[in-house]
C-alpha cells in the first residue's frame, strides 16, 4: 500500500494477540533512524515500489524478485544513487 502513495497503514501480525504495527509515513523521526524512511522523505513512493520489486510482492510461500536482493543490499544500492529515481 505504501507503494501506491498511502500515508498510513496497519499490519496485523496476530489478530489472537493483538499484534500490530502502525506505519505512519506523517511521522516525524530523527535522520538515520530508519533509512528506508530516508530514502522515502528524499524520493517519495517510488523507494516503497523498487523495494517491493526487489523483495516480491506477493505473501505466497514462495518469494519472488530479485535473488540476493534483501534489505541491507537494497538500501546500499539506493542509498548511492546521485539523483532523483525515475
Keep these: 500500500l505504501l ?3 498511502a500515508k498510513k497503514i496497519i499490519v496485523v501480525q496476530s489478530y ?4 500490530y504495527r502502525l506505519i505512519d509515513l506523517d ?8 533509512p528506508l524512511f530516508d530514502l522515502y ?7 516503497f ?3 517491493a520489486a526487489c523483495r516480491g510482492c506477493d505473501f505466497t510461500k514462495h ?4 535473488v ?7 538500501m546500499d544500492i539506493a542509498s548511492r544513487v546521485d539523483g532523483e529515481f525515475n
Design 27 to 34: 511521522a516525524d523521526a530523527e535522520p538515520g533512524q530508519y
Design 3 to 5: 507503494a501506491y502513495g
Design 16 to 19: 489472537a494477540r493483538g499484534w
Design 49 to 51: 515500489q523498487l523495494y
Design 41 to 47: 522523505l528524499e524520493h517519495k513512493a517510488i523507494i
Design 63 to 66: 518469494e519472488r524478485g530479485i
Design 68 to 74: 540476493g536482493i534483501g534489505y541491507e543490499t537494497f
